[in-house]
């Protein structure tokens, strides 16, 4: 059983459509992630929350917009998306940032498919 | 920049033979190097990490991990594979970039175990 739970777990979406893909975690971590994740490929990172703030974002394009409510809730809003988006998102968290050495714990994704 | 390079993207052996999997890292300060499995239609789960207490590192379902500063390497080995071995395999190196960590991963091996 993962400790970080991401809804759904299966997405179908038209390219005018938008959703939100939802992470949580309740191990008290500060440090929140969105990767995504192409077949065959490694997680490549997309935004980096620390302390519910936006630390980084790796130039995503801006039909994807994440939002962290709370230290145990992310979300990714998608909107306009288009069919090369279709991969598996993941949603990691680790205990704080300024620790290089803390391990990131990851949920099992989403997939998302673009029609 | 640091960076980890996997060698082989893809290692087949048979069932109860040792399992070698070969990780390089390129660093300018001492590293934090992890060790992540990707099971079919999951998240990734963390199965060691070196953090510079000790270079040799035992892991979750007998994995271990030998850090050999001199080789740069952080090769991942297991006695004998069972079947449920058979996953994806990720080194990947962490760095504090101002006030976030990153993960940087390599490109990945996929382990397939034979009869």
């Known amino acids: 059983d993962t400790e970080v739970t991401q809804t759904p777990k299966h997405l179908v979406m038209g390219m005018t459509n938008k959703k939100s893909l939802k992470c949580e975690q309740h191990?008290?971590?500060?440090?929140m992630y969105w990767y995504k994740q192409k077949a065959k490929k490694p997680p490549e990172l997309m935004f980096v929350y620390s302390y519910e703030k936006l630390s980084i974002n790796e130039s995503v394009p801006s039909r994807f917009s994440p939002e962290c409510p709370n230290s145990s809730l992310l979300n990714l809003h998608l909107h306009a998306l288009q069919p090369e988006d279709s991969a598996l998102y993941l949603c990691a968290s680790s205990q704080d940032l300024m620790g290089a050495r803390q391990p990131q714990h990851f949920g099992d994704g989403t997939r998302l498919s673009i029609l | 920049a640091q960076s980890v390079t996997q060698l082989g993207s893809h290692v087949s052996v048979s069932e109860g033979a040792l399992v070698l999997l070969r990780c390089n890292y390129s660093?300018?300060?001492?590293?934090?190097l992890f060790w992540y499995v990707q099971y079919p239609n999951q998240g990734l789960q963390l199965l060691l990490k070196y953090t510079s207490a000790a270079t040799l590192v035992k892991g979750i379902n007998g994995f271990e991990a030998e850090f050999k500063k001199s080789e740069t390497s952080f090769h991942l080995t297991k006695p004998s594979a069972h079947m449920s071995d058979a996953a994806e395999y990720f080194c990947?190196?962490?760095?504090?970039?101002?006030?976030?960590?990153?993960?940087?991963f390599g490109t990945g091996t996929r382990l397939q175990v034979t009869l």
């Open positions: 660093s300018s300060v001492p590293p934090y």
């Open positions: 990947a190196v962490s760095v504090l970039t101002g006030t976030a960590s990153k993960l940087t």
């Open positions: 191990m008290g971590h500060r440090a």
